[in-house]
């Protein structure tokens, strides 16, 4: 019997190769921007809550948390779509699934400011109007 033959290593030749480069894939931009505005949507609805409950002043900052909440979670939305049907890394998937939360978080908080202003406005509102007008001007006689 002839025994298995191996095949042999080529000699070394001291010649070192330089490592190859690989060229990194760019981030779905969907990802990017669903990150981006919910980080803003969270800024401004948590930033605006304080200012808008002491007076109403912070209302259209929160709003502008609502609106930047909801592009958030639609990007994030699509951006996860186009990347399951690419087959993308988990980091991209992470960034999109990451913009959603806080687009969502964005949209909560900032609808919850919205929700106690009213109340509590209207509940201030009413116990201002159950005295008549006359009472508050002149004082109790």
């Given at each position: 019997?002839?025994?298995?033959?191996?095949?042999?290593?080529?000699?070394?030749?001291?010649?070192?190769?330089?490592?190859?480069?690989?060229?990194?894939?760019?981030?779905?931009?969907?990802?990017?921007?669903?990150?981006?505005?919910?980080?803003?949507?969270?800024?401004?609805?948590?930033?605006?809550?304080?200012?808008?409950?002491?007076?109403?002043?912070?209302?259209?900052?929160?709003?502008?948390?609502?609106?930047?909440?909801?592009g958030?979670?639609?990007c994030?939305?699509?951006?996860?779509?186009?990347?399951?049907?690419?087959g993308?890394?988990?980091?991209?998937?992470?960034?999109?699934?990451?913009g959603?939360?806080?687009?969502?978080v964005?949209?909560?908080?900032?609808?919850?400011?919205?929700?106690?202003?009213?109340?509590?406005?209207?509940?201030?509102l009413?116990g201002?109007?159950?005295?008549?007008?006359?009472?508050?001007?002149?004082?109790?006689?």
């Amino acid at each position: 019997m002839e025994p298995d033959k191996q095949p042999v290593p080529a000699p070394l030749t001291g010649e070192v190769l330089p490592p190859q480069a690989t060229t990194p894939t760019p981030a779905n931009p969907l990802a990017v921007i669903s990150i981006i505005l919910g980080v803003a949507s969270v800024c401004l609805s948590v930033g605006s809550a304080l200012i808008t409950l002491v007076c109403c002043a912070g209302l259209p900052a929160v709003a502008l948390g609502i609106v930047f909440g909801a592009g958030a979670a639609v990007c994030g939305h699509v951006g996860l779509s186009q990347i399951a049907r690419s087959g993308g890394r988990d980091r991209e998937r992470n960034m999109a699934i990451a913009g959603m939360v806080a687009g969502y978080v964005g949209i909560g908080v900032g609808l919850l400011v919205v929700i106690l202003t009213v109340v509590l406005g209207g509940a201030l509102l009413a116990g201002a109007a159950s005295e008549p007008l006359w009472r508050l001007i002149d004082g109790p006689n």
